[in-house]
């Protein structure tokens, strides 16, 4: 999809639309790059940060709630696992990102 | 045009500038406003112009501040639009506008970044410096509009407000509050600043910069929040190495702040740098939401929030490096 977009769409566009039909190709590649992505990682990172197992949206709900309370020695813990996961999701929007 | 209509468009800003407007083509359709390219028939003759008009979902800040603020900065040398007329609500649209003269010269970013070479780069962040330091020693009693006061704490608590208005948890930015908060500058400088000091917003030309646009987010806060805004890596468009906007290195950017007479503050530009970095992932996040909730069918908006994560992932490499310095 993307491919068909940057390479047949664009060109037979101007202006506004084109800017658009740019913008929304480049939505088909970070799409494809989202479901080919490990998803699970940060799930487990947040698992052992919190102390107990659950999903995703739950883990990080709890972790924001936990981090409420300032605590520099968690804060220190919760730094590494949030930057890994935010590598993660950063190099499914523009890959290589989250690796400089 | 997704949202106005041009010929509507045309007769509003033909009742503000008193003469008739014609729209000549579009500068940018961004997210916050379209910037238009028009043309004013004056008795004298045809004379070329810019337009802007808030599309703004998201904040609306009052233009009148805007073209006070423009023109305090011309009268102290800053290159800046000469503002020609502005209504807080443009006749038959309802929106914010203002019409300022034309300054020439590139301001999409990549276009500017591939104009310089390495010294005009330097040259450029020098000049940056100076252009900051000078507003930011500008007196502000002159302004006959309010502005917002923004320090480091009130800074922190509209970061707060903003984090909770978006009803998602965002661990990274909860994190950052933390640090910003316990790290807070505790001698508060407060002056002028542009708010929104970053390439994109800079008309450079082929002797320099030659205009600073877009003065809607002008506000007294800490001056470092400008150069620290400057130097974000989403400025950057990929020149990573080159810390000023993707053109030039922060020594000639704060050599140009000092020689003008600015004082720069190394703790407060990186409490800043975090701030700011944390406030632009809620920035973006906020302009998602306004297209999840309905309030805007623009896809850019939409697309906003696939950045989220790089500017969680600057802002928490910001402080990481901070940590273990």
Redesign the interface.
Known sequence: MAHTLRHDVVSATNGPAQYQVRVVANLCGIIARDLAADSDQTRRDLAQLVGHDGDLAALANELAAQLTRPDEQFEQAALEVLLADASRRANVAKPGYGDA | ??TLDPAAIERGLSVLVGDPVTIAG?AS?GAQRHTLFVDIDRPRGRSAAVAQISTSVVAASPVSREADVIRLAAAHGLPVPTVIAWTDELDGIGAPAMVTSVVDGLTIPRQVLRSLDQSAGEALAAECGAVLARLHQAPVEGLTSPLDRFEASTYCDSLERLMHELDQ????V??AL??L??HAPDRARVALIHGDFRNGNLVVDTNGLAGVLDWELCQLSDPMADPAWLCLRTWRFGN?DRLVGGFGSLEALRDGYETAGGKWDETAFLWWSIARSAMWALGLASQSAAFERGHSDS??L??SG??V??L??DT??L??AA?SR
């Not at chain 2, 948890?169 to 990274?172: I, S």
């Open positions: 045009m997704a579009a359709l948890p965002r661990p990274a909860q994190l933390n640090w908060r316990r990573d896809i850019v939409a697309a696939r950045r994560p790089e969680e992932y928490l490499m402080i990481k940590t």
